[in-house]
């Protein structure tokens, strides 16, 4: 069963950091792109962030960049997203997906979320 | 990136057929066939439904169907069931940004 579980989430104080983790099981995760896509409460969806399959093309939302790192551990099957300066703005669920197919925005499956809380 | 604008609900009676709006510009939905619709369910991960326009991934019902016009992409759903009822959101890649998403319909089945 393809299946991607996220981890890492948290509170946080405003300022602060976190890395989250998403572990893939069930297909090769080398050869997928990954993306970071999330939901403020109560919100819609928002992208944030990709990586090619090889970790070495990364990708982010303007709200993101400079602070968010996206990375990947093909050996540990592991999609990384670190997480700087937070604000309370970046309180959300975040969910991982796969890509189903490169240079496409089909993503499947998605992660079950895990919520990153930010606040004093 | 602007989001996608979607209808913020739609309903129909179980039976009917419901169609949801994407709409864009020629720097996303007009420009590419990478639209893709997700539904959610509260609490839930989103689901894909129809991916590149128009095509329905294995196991999805075929009470699904998606299109585009210009600007505008859009979901069909048909035959509506009290289970259809979600938030559904859109997405397409855009010529600055991989990935844009609609701000999302919530679906009522009467």
């Known amino acids: 069963e393809v299946q991607l579980v996220e981890s890492g989430g948290g509170l946080v104080q405003p300022g602060g950091s976190l890395r989250l983790s998403c572990a893939a099981s069930?297909?090769?995760?080398?050869?997928?792109?990954m993306h970071w896509v999330r939901q403020a409460p109560g919100k819609g969806l928002v992208w944030v962030s990709r990586?090619?399959?090889?970790?070495?093309?990364?990708t982010y939302a303007d709200s993101v960049k400079g602070r968010f790192t996206i990375s990947r551990d093909n050996a540990k099957n592991t999609l990384y997203l670190q997480m700087n300066s937070l604000t309370v703005e970046d309180t959300a669920v975040y969910y991982c997906?796969?890509?189903?197919?490169?240079?496409?925005?089909?993503?499947?499956?998605w992660g079950q979320g895990t919520l990153v809380t930010v606040s004093s | 990136q602007s989001a996608l604008t979607q209808p913020a609900s739609v309903s129909g009676s179980p039976g009917q057929s419901v169609t949801i709006s994407c709409t864009g510009t020629?720097?996303?939905?007009?420009?590419?066939?990478?639209v893709s619709w997700y539904q959610q369910h509260p609490g839930k991960a989103p689901k894909v439904m129809i991916y590149?326009?128009?095509n329905r991934p294995s196991g999805v019902s075929n009470r699904f169907s998606g299109s585009k016009s210009g600007n505008t992409a859009s979901l069909t759903i048909s035959g509506l069931q009290a289970e259809d009822e979600a938030d559904y959101y859109c997405?397409?890649?855009?010529?600055?940004?991989?990935?844009?998403f609609g701000g999302g319909t919530k679906l009522t089945v009467l």
């Open positions: 997906v796969r890509v189903r197919r490169a240079g496409s925005n089909w993503f499947d499956p």
């Open positions: 069930g297909f090769t995760f080398s050869s997928h792109w």
């Open positions: 990586i090619n399959n090889f970790g070495t093309t990364t």
């Open positions: 020629s720097s996303d939905v007009g420009g590419y066939n990478y």
């Open positions: 590149d326009v128009t």
């Open positions: 997405s397409s890649y855009t010529t600055n940004s991989p990935c844009v």
